[in-house]
């Protein structure tokens, strides 16, 4: 289901191709506009075969209201689809920009490259944002599971917290957690614009090297 919902297939398909980009295909529009796509892709992801055959939403909707029960047994297609290709394409930006670095250690001008200097600087957000979609992605996913074919998410609601108190954790989790991001972000992008130390003289090669300070 979670691999469906991620490609936004709602039918039955093999081979099965990846889109890269498309337009629609929420829970509401199951005939998005592919936009580019990659033949056999999908189906060699999904089953590590070139000609695998991976079954759509409607499908495993029908299938599972069979097997549990009534309900709605497809997670947030959006969610699943656009958190994938962020994760994925950041995933592949970082890796084209650590090869432009490579170039450049190549050609001895890495630390004169003011240009990729500034990228580099910026490149520290992408770990974050790659590792938030990832976490979008699995945790929207699994819905509306808490633990697949065993417990639904409200079958997993306390009768003892109330209204009240779930609002004053959330609120609380959140202000915490975005302070908490704020200060590491500022501190990254401060420390990663100090100049680099003088280069130690030769006499000084072997003296102990300051542990990472904050």
């Known amino acids: 289901?979670?691999?469906?919902?991620?490609?936004?297939?709602?039918?039955?398909?093999?081979?099965?191709?990846?889109?890269?980009?498309?337009i629609g295909g929420g829970n509401l529009d199951e005939t998005p506009t592919q936009i580019i796509e990659i033949p056999h892709l999908l189906s060699l992801l999904a089953t590590n075969h070139w000609n695998g055959k991976v079954v759509g939403l409607n499908p495993l909707q029908s299938q599972y209201s069979q097997q549990f029960g009534p309900g709605y047994?497809?997670?947030?297609v959006f969610i699943q689809y656009w958190s994938?290709?962020?994760m994925a394409y950041l995933g592949a930006l970082v890796l084209l920009i650590a090869l432009w670095g490579l170039w450049l250690v190549r050609r001895e001008k890495l630390a004169?490259?003011?240009?990729?200097?500034?990228?580099?600087?910026?490149?520290?957000?992408?770990?974050?944002?790659?590792?938030?979609?990832?976490w979008l992605l699995t945790e929207s996913g699994r819905q509306p599971w808490i633990v697949q074919g065993i417990m639904l998410t409200k079958n997993g609601?306390?009768?003892?917290v109330s209204t009240t108190w779930l609002w004053i954790s959330v609120v609380a989790f959140v202000l915490l957690y975005g302070a908490l991001g704020t200060v590491d972000f500022i501190l990254m992008l401060r420390y990663s614009r100090n100049q680099l130390p003088?280069?130690?003289a030769d006499a000084?090669?072997?003296?102990?090297?300051?542990?990472?300070?904050?």
């Open 84 to 86: 994938m290709r962020v």
């Open 1 to 22: 289901m979670k691999i469906a919902a991620a490609e936004a297939q709602w039918t039955t398909c093999q081979p099965c191709s990846f889109s890269l980009f498309q």
């Open 204 to 214: 000084d090669a072997d003296a102990p090297v300051p542990a990472v300070q904050y």
């Open 198 to 200: 003088p280069a130690r």
């Open 112 to 134: 004169t490259s003011r240009r990729f200097l500034w990228v580099a600087v910026w490149l520290a957000v992408l770990p974050f944002l790659m590792n938030t979609a990832g």
């Open 73 to 76: 047994y497809v997670p947030n």
């Open 157 to 160: 609601i306390s009768p003892t």
